[in-house]
């Protein structure tokens, strides 16, 4: 169950009025990075850990939680940021002093001129923000990633929580207003918390690569093909051993040429590695019953229930009797 809590997190403040920030600020509230986006994702990735991973479940409902609060402060400092704009435009004889509000003239003309550019923010909903990014593309469901493989879900997170970062480092750059400073930081520093959690939660979870249950094979995995041509760079992507599985890279200069000596790849055998292809099938069936195991094993086939709501109220009944 859900309850709000009137308190904001972090106490949202605004200076002076500047609808100009209000409607950049959108992208926060409603873009692809923003924190409608990052709640939903977390929600929705719970489900499939309720059984198998209580405790990612417990995880990903908290940070969901916390980011609406955030979409709530996004909100409320949108709010503040549009100023009297809502009430003015509820006066439909008079004209908007938005030249007062706006400091002059030119001023004015450039708030006409993003009506034009997004009427949707200032005419159609004035006053108020909209689940939108800052040229009115609607918030779409399309933005969550969510596949129930937990270790993919979870290095998805971290993705996403890095682009939210630069989102708010960006946003920074449009506003002089230090109180509204203040709350795009606390928003920003949040960020980097969550993909901290997020990435201890990941190391909780081993073996966590390749994702999934199925093994890559040891003829293709340490292959570093030169595909451009010209000022080639070496590095720990190319020479060395690879991060995780700790093969030797394969450094293929001619690509063209080693696909037509090896029957396009077929032929080749592995090099740089102590893998083999008989591993990699063992490897298979012992991963695939472990998943399979934790999923199956975690729940019931009948008299399912989600929570145990009469079994708490029972354990709360006995610490209360003594």
């Given at each position: ?23 950049i ?5 409603g873009g692809?990075?923003g ?10 990735q ?6 198998p991973y209580?405790?990612k479940?417990d ?12 979409l709530?402060?996004?909100g409320?400092?949108?709010q ?10 509820k ?24 009506a ?6 200032l ?10 990014d800052?040229n ?14 937990l ?29 509204v400073r ?8 949040r960020?980097?918390?969550h ?10 979870i ?6 999934g ?31 995780q ?5 394969q ?20 090099e740089g590695?102590?893998?083999t ?7 298979d ?23 145990k709501?009469n ?8 610490k209360?009797?003594?």
């Amino acid at each position: 169950m859900f309850y709000h809590v009137k308190d904001l997190q972090f106490n949202a403040r605004v200076s002076q009025p500047d609808p100009r920030f209000a409607r950049i600020l959108l992208e926060a509230f409603g873009g692809a990075n923003g924190e409608l986006k990052s709640a939903m994702q977390y929600f929705v990735q719970a489900f499939s850990c309720h059984n198998p991973y209580p405790d990612k479940y417990d995880m990903l409902m908290d940070i969901a939680a916390e980011e609406l609060g955030h979409l709530e402060i996004v909100g409320a400092t949108i709010q503040m940021l549009l100023g009297p704009v809502g009430g003015e435009m509820k006066d439909a004889v008079e004209t908007m002093e938005i030249n007062k509000m706006m400091e002059g003239k030119a001023a004015k003309e450039e708030f006409i001129h993003q009506a034009f550019t997004f009427p949707h923010f200032l005419v159609a909903s004035p006053g108020s923000p909209t689940l939108t990014d800052s040229n009115g593309n609607p918030w779409c469901a399309s933005y969550i990633s969510a596949n129930a493989d937990l270790t993919v879900d979870l290095r998805s997170n971290m993705a996403g929580e890095c682009r939210a970062k630069i989102g708010y480092e960006n946003l920074l750059k449009f506003t002089d207003d230090p109180l509204v400073r203040e709350s795009l930081m606390f928003l920003m520093t949040r960020e980097v918390t969550h993909y901290q959690q997020f990435e201890a939660a990941l190391e909780t979870i081993q073996p966590n690569f390749p994702p999934g249950a199925l093994q890559t094979s040891p003829k293709y995995s340490n292959l570093y093909f030169n595909f451009s041509k010209g000022n080639d760079a070496r590095g720990p992507w190319n020479e060395g051993l690879s991060t995780q599985l700790k093969e030797e890279w394969q450094y293929i200069d001619k690509p063209l040429e080693e696909v037509r000596r090896t029957n396009g790849l077929v032929e080749r055998e592995p090099e740089g590695t102590e893998r083999t292809e008989k591993d990699m099938r063992k490897k298979d069936s012992e991963m695939s019953k472990k998943n399979s195991e934790e999923v199956l094993g975690s729940i019931d086939d009948k008299n399912m229930q989600w929570c145990k709501c009469n079994s708490d109220k029972k354990e709360f009944e006995e610490k209360e009797l003594g």
